[in-house]
């Protein structure tokens, strides 16, 4: 007759492990199993780039905002596929049904959305770099490097998770997420600074698109990488310590959600399936 | 003495503030290595009281264990103790091979790599999937894609399996199939079963005991074999005779259909000399006898009684 059998004491960290691998391991399997699909959006978004700073350069590439506008595109992209392997993939598993069954591990829940987490940026990161470097070497674009950038940068990755994160805690009750992750992903696109640096939007503009994820990153690593400002003139500024609490207000309501909204959909009978 | 299986006690489940009752103060204990018939009419409770077991749900009250282990207090340890296939859900991915699914849920359940692909080869083998093990289980037909998901709910080897609606929308060899499976997994492997289904041959066949829901209370639990005995009708007999144009005469509360080669009379009779003299009054009239049968409820005669009764107050 077959047993049962309790989780054994240090079974947790094992098993936590071993999901978080499993969720990654699948999730990139998920979405390489269409890579057409992927060269495609990565040709379109090198020539949507390059297309949209002949205009903005009014039928010249202007050397003076390709740099930064390429940081833009490059930090939407990551948003972008992020957002694909978080929401996107949460929605449509939550649609077919694989989300419950993924549900049934002896791992805390939280463990699962770590490893979307982790896939999310281990599968946007390179994309995003693709995204970046292949019009950086069609036409030339040069953009320096400074250590201290690496701080930026490394807030950029924390601040597009973790509005990745809360978009997928949403996701957890709410199918519609797909559509609210796209209008703001669109926003994003049109004020981070892709089609132009935000230095030259109106001042009303400017303020609104801060508020949106990526625009104090980028506005950051641009201090830093081409007005030459140092990490503490950033911060004395006001952008990293603006930045900062920007990521850390997103993370602590994607947590916050994500515990609210997951024990709501237990008792309305909605985790697994919408 | 082992824990029960599965023990729900006092459980109920209401969706909002007020909403009615889906699951309403039901308890039952399944003892380890048999298998369970849980049948009830559509919106009876018993995808609710399946997910509650799976912790895909909470109850309003009431508790419910997998393996002596509280679904929502010992989670972990619960979890661990069962596999399950739920209606009306794809179960496993489309977009990945079966062999890459079995690993998944394998890992998913704390398996080490080796011991998940171990498991799964032998699964797949066993399902006669192992040749296609690399191809996206979206090409694959409705049958094979329900194989993979018994597969995938049974990679860990678990004591209890769940089963909901697994042969729902399956054709009569992919039903054959799963029926197949699950009686090995009964039988041979000694599983803990839950089985809900609406193909009551398939429990009838398969289950020791059935349960019987309706209006999220149980209104029967018993042996199948009890069950239908109770059932049993002693009193009433089917009696074949060759068929006739002329009208048949028959006592009160028979009656007669008539078919190409015989006519069939069914009712009730009071006692044995009831039987002979309606037998002498065929012959009587000149009816050949065919074969006489007392009549033997079906399963799904038990359950349509059982789920049409009028409702309790």
Not at chain 1, 20 to 39: D, Y
Not at chain 1, 234 to 261: D, K
Request: glycine fraction near 10%.
């Amino acid at each position: 007759m077959a047993k049962h059998f309790a989780a054994a004491p240090g079974a947790g960290i094992r098993t936590g492990t071993t999901v978080l691998a499993a969720e990654v391991r699948k999730g990139l399997a998920n979405q390489l199993a269409h890579p057409l699909g992927h060269i495609v959006t990565l040709a379109i978004s090198v020539m949507m780039y390059l297309g949209l700073q002949y205009v903005m350069g009014q039928g010249d590439m202007r050397d003076d905002l390709l740099p930064a506008t390429l940081i833009a595109i490059g930090a939407y992209w990551f948003l972008q596929y992020s957002g694909q392997v978080m929401v996107a993939d949460l929605i449509e598993e939550k649609r077919s049904g694989t989300f419950a069954a993924a549900l049934m591990s002896p791992a805390p829940p939280w463990v699962a959305m770590c490893g979307r987490l982790v896939t999310a940026t281990v599968f946007a990161l390179p994309i995003a770099v693709l995204a970046s470097l292949v019009p950086a070497l069609a036409v030339g674009i040069e953009i320096p490097w400074r250590w201290s950038a690496l701080v930026p940068y490394l807030l950029l990755a924390a601040n597009i998770l973790a509005f990745t994160f809360l978009m997928a805690a949403i996701a957890i009750r709410n199918p519609m997420t797909g559509a609210l992750h796209s209008l703001l992903t669109s926003l994003v696109l049109m004020l981070n600074g892709a089609f132009m640096p935000l230095a030259l939007y109106p001042e009303w503009m400017a303020a609104a698109a801060r508020l949106l994820p990526t625009t104090l990153a980028i506005e950051a690593i641009n201090l830093v990488l081409f007005e030459g400002g140092s990490l503490a003139s950033v911060w004395s500024g006001g952008t990293l310590p603006l930045l900062i609490a920007h990521t850390a207000v997103l993370a602590a309501l994607g947590a916050w959600l994500f515990r609210r909204n997951r024990r709501l959909a237990i008792a309305e009978g909605r985790v697994g399936q919408y | 003495m082992p824990a029960p299986a599965i023990a729900i006690t006092d459980l109920t489940k209401r969706y909002g503030d007020s909403g009615p009752l889906a699951v309403d103060g039901v308890s039952l204990t399944v003892e380890p290595g048999s298998v369970i018939g849980f049948l009830g009419p559509n919106g009876a409770g018993k995808t609710t009281t399946i997910k509650i077991l799976a912790g895909l749900l909470s109850a309003t009250s009431g508790t419910a264990s997998l393996g002596g282990f509280d679904v929502v207090r010992q989670r972990a340890s619960a979890m661990a103790q069962f596999g399950a296939v739920l209606e009306g859900s794809r179960n496993v991915y489309w977009t990945l091979s079966s062999w890459q699914n079995l690993i998944y849920f394998g890992r998913l359940k704390g398996l080490r790599r080796s011991a998940a692909a171990a498991r799964a080869e032998r699964l797949l083998t066993d399902l006669g999937l192992w040749e296609r093990r690399h191809e996206k289980v979206g090409g694959f037909s409705r049958g094979m894609q329900q194989k993979v998901a018994i597969a995938a709910a049974l990679i860990a080897d678990p004591a209890i399996i769940l089963l909901d609606e697994p042969t729902l929308g399956l054709d009569v060899a992919a039903t054959r199939t799963v029926k197949d499976l699950i009686r090995a997994l009964a039988r041979d492997e000694g599983k803990t079963i839950l089985l809900t289904t609406h193909q009551l041959d398939v429990v009838e066949e398969l289950c020791d005991r059935v349960a019987v829901i309706r209006e999220g209370r149980f209104v029967t639990d018993l042996p199948t074999g009890t069950l239908l005995s109770q059932f049993r009708k002693h009193d009433h007999y089917e009696i074949r005779v060759e068929a006739r144009t002329e009208p048949v005469v028959l006592p009160d509360g028979f009656t007669a259909a008539r078919g190409d080669e015989d006519t069939v009379i069914t009712g009730q009779v009071q006692d044995g000399d009831d039987l002979y003299a309606l037998i002498e009054s065929l012959r009587g009239q000149g009816l050949p006898l065919r074969s006489l049968a007392q009549i033997q409820p079906n399963l799904e005669a038990v359950f349509l009684s059982l789920v049409e009764e009028p409702a309790r107050g």
